[in-house]
């Protein structure tokens, strides 16, 4: 009887010694999940705040992009006006010349042509 007794006594601690077991399992197997629900919500967090940087960035780069387009533009449009008005102010002169230069023609003999 003492013996049987002993032997209940081992199977309901072993029991009690598996409950625990199974219940400390548990217990590690949620605080894992709950450390990779964790870890996504920051890494979604962490990626979010990223992007913000990234779109800032970009925006003030495209900015910058088009500020300098203008400016470009500007500039362009200046550079036409000042060599319209360049054209305007020598044109006259210039065709004077020209037409200077072929009108004036003096017959000359070429240097290696040979009078007899």
Known sequence: MLQSRGITDLLVAEKKAQEIIEEARKRKNKR???AQNEA???IELFKGERDQHY????QQQLGNRDKMA???NVQTQID??????KY????DE???????????????SHINARIE
Do not use: H, M, Y
């Open 80 to 85: 036409i006006e000042s060599l319209k008005a």
């Open 88 to 91: 305007d102010s020598n044109k």
């Open 40 to 42: 996504k919500f920051e």
């Open 94 to 108: 210039l065709l004077e010349r020209i037409l200077t230069t072929v009108c004036d023609v003096k017959p000359q």
């Open 55 to 58: 779109k800032a960035l970009e």
């Open 32 to 34: 894992i999940k709950d």
């Open 70 to 72: 203008q400016e470009s």
